[in-house]
């Protein structure tokens, strides 16, 4: 199985957080549609025929943006370029794109799964974030898109705004939790160089949280999300039983996928690529009939690595035979005596040949995964 990957780079406005590749510049979008359906069929032989396409994801940006015929195009160009066995359609979506009637056409599509971007309902955080929605666009997009017959909705919150104690973080948590979207992916508020964020900091007019308080904020997730019986599959994401985000899992697990559009990811099982993160430049190439991409030769120790930091986030667990079989690396002798260190300390747990994460793991999960690469 293998999945296909659409980045649509274009916003309404920049928040004030975001690094992704993105433009506001949406003139541009129809010409972009163009490239897009053009890429698509350049590398229709990056993923073989004998590997079908089981999810497709339209993540950005702001993919909500494209009109209800602009992804037609795109999905009648994947319906004729590549073997399909479609298992999960997503859309990632801003509130204030989500109408009665384009989530009606959406589902007409064959969309079944979107992934709403309300990251806060206070609106004094939304506005210091800059997004393009208010807090109650976010409450009527959640209830309009259960009216459409979406049964698999996933929302993204951030944690780690900078307050005086944890009560805002408390609310929205109350809130997500009081709509059950089914599933909830939650990041920590990071302050990147090029965002306004980094540069508010680097001017002395912004701090963010300490790590201190954002952990504290994480173990309140964690502990709202299992009362409510949400399963943290995924370091980041939680969900109801059966609401496993397909295409995400993918990755973790290391399944092929193919990246279209600028800035996209891509990833055969062997070598790991990416399109240039230039609108201009990626229209430029593929009007030329020329791929705007740029291959990555992984050696097998990056691929072993990759797998370590991936495995490790999710529930199940870094499989020690799988290191042994694919990569030849045998973890207990090449790390045994850190392996008992960290079970020693409580931060992993062994069994039936898998390490996995324990709660207090979790909060060093980074650190853990580098401390075990080859």
Known sequence: MSGIYIHIPFCKQACHYCDFHFSTNTSLIEVMVDMILRELELRKDFLPLSNPIQTIYFGG????????????????????Q????????????????????????????????LSIG??????????????????????????????????KLSIDLIYGFPHEDHSLWKKDLSLALQIDPGHISSYALTVEPKTALGNWAKKGKFQEASEDFQAEQFEILMDEMEKSGYIQYEISNFCREGQFALHNTNYWKSVPYLGIGPSAHSFDGKHRGNNLANNALYIKKLEKEELAYQQEDLQEEDL???????????????????????????????????????????????????????RAGKLLADSIAASLFI
């Open 61 to 80: 940006g702001t993919p909500s943006l494209l009109t209800v015929h602009q992804f037609e195009k795109i999905l009648n160009q994947i319906n004729k």
């Open 82 to 113: 590549y073997s399909l066995e479609v298992k999960e359609l997503t859309l990632e979506a801003n509130p204030d794109d989500l109408k009665k009637d384009k989530l009606k056409d959406l589902k007409s599509l064959g969309f079944d799964r």
């Open 118 to 151: 309300i990251q806060s309902f206070n609106q004094r955080v939304l506005q210091f974030y800059n997004r393009a929605h208010n807090a109650q666009e976010s409450m009527v997009a959640v209830d309009l898109a259960k009216s459409a017959g979406f049964e």
């Open 304 to 358: 072993a690595n990759e797998y370590i930091l991936t495995s490790l986030r999710t529930i199940w667990g870094l499989d020690q035979q799988k290191l042994l079989d694919e990569f030849g690396i045998d973890l207990q002798l090449e790390k045994g005596k850190l392996l008992k260190e960290l079970e020693s300390q409580e931060l992993i747990k062994q069994d039936a040949g898998h390490i996995y994460l324990s």
